[in-house]
């Protein structure tokens, strides 16, 4: 019997990297998880991945910056598992490289909606279920470009730095109904999303030197994480950020 058991979670951008690495460690630990992202293609081999491997799972295409996709998602996860026991807001979007003067309106905007605002939609789409269920998590992937300047990803960072104002509001507004509300910082992971930043082996030899661990994270050693956050052993846990980063943040950057 697993402190997971029968609990239902839904994880957006879950067909690949960290969001896939979670859904596996929760399925293994006894959890139903909604595998989620724009293409139901991607989801169903996900889904199925985790149910060859003894896990319960279900595939809803969902692209976070659509509030009636987000609206179904919760539908359809009431409709296949009955409850919902958390969400990882783990999707996002970063369509920019480059300084702040090279970032437009419409970036900016499509960056701050999927990152931020989608964020709080789903939230609150979730929380009657998250309440019926009587002890809700939500856990947002937010990032240490959050919490550092950079020259390179610096909207994206806006972004999530604002995902953890926002972790520190729901707690705030959801705390009374027993949902608990925390972020994950990852430093860099080997994922698609850090290709271009992974592609330039120099810059991944000084992250590397720069990490008190000596290399670079895996898509496991976040899901080691969000499983702690949504499980009752974080249960005192809220409105707080758990940086995941190797130690790199301890050298005051890269
Ligand atoms: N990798 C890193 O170095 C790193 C570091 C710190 C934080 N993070 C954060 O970790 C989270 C996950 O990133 P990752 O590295 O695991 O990325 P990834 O391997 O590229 O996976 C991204 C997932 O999100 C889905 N997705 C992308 N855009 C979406 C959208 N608009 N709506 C719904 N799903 C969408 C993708 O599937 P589809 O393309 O099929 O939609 C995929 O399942 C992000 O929040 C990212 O900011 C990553």
Redesign the pocket.
């Known amino acids: 019997m697993s402190a997971l058991d029968d609990k239902v979670f839904i994880i ?8 896939l690495a979670a859904a596996r460690k929760l399925a293994g630990r006894g959890a139903a998880v909604v595998i989620s ?3 139901q293609e ?1 989801c169903d081999e996900a889904a199925r991945a985790i149910e060859e491997e003894g896990g319960k799972a279900a595939a809803i295409a ?4 659509k509030e009636d996709q987000l609206a179904d998602l919760v539908e359809k996860t009431i409709a296949r598992f009955g409850r919902i026991d958390g969400v990882v807001m ?4 970063n369509p920019v490289y480059g300084p702040s003067e090279v970032v437009d309106q419409e970036a900016f905007s499509m960056i701050m909606r ?1 990152n931020v605002f989608s964020a709080m939609r789903l939230a609150h789409l979730a929380r009657p279920h998250l309440e019926a269920a009587g002890e809700g998590s939500l856990v947002f ?1 937010s ?1 240490i470009a959050g919490l550092l300047g950079n020259r390179l990803i610096g909207a994206y960072g806006i972004s999530k730095a604002a995902q953890l104002q926002l972790v520190r509001n729901l707690a705030l507004e959801l705390g009374a109904s027993g949902i608990r509300v925390n972020a994950v910082a ?4 080997r ?4 290709q271009a930043l992974l592609d330039n082996p120099d810059r991944v030899r000084t992250m590397e030197q720069a990490t008190p661990l000596g290399r670079l994270a895996e ?1 496991e050693d976040i899901a080691g994480v969000i499983a702690f956050l949504v499980s009752p052993d974080s249960g005192w846990v809220n409105g707080q950020v758990i940086v995941a980063d190797g130690g790199i943040t301890t050298t005051g950057g890269f």
């Open positions: 957006t951008g879950s067909s690949r990297g960290i969001g992202s724009r293409k991607a969902c692209h976070i910056g783990n999707a996002a979007s999927n992937v990032s990852p430093g860099l992971v994922t698609d999303f850090a898509p």
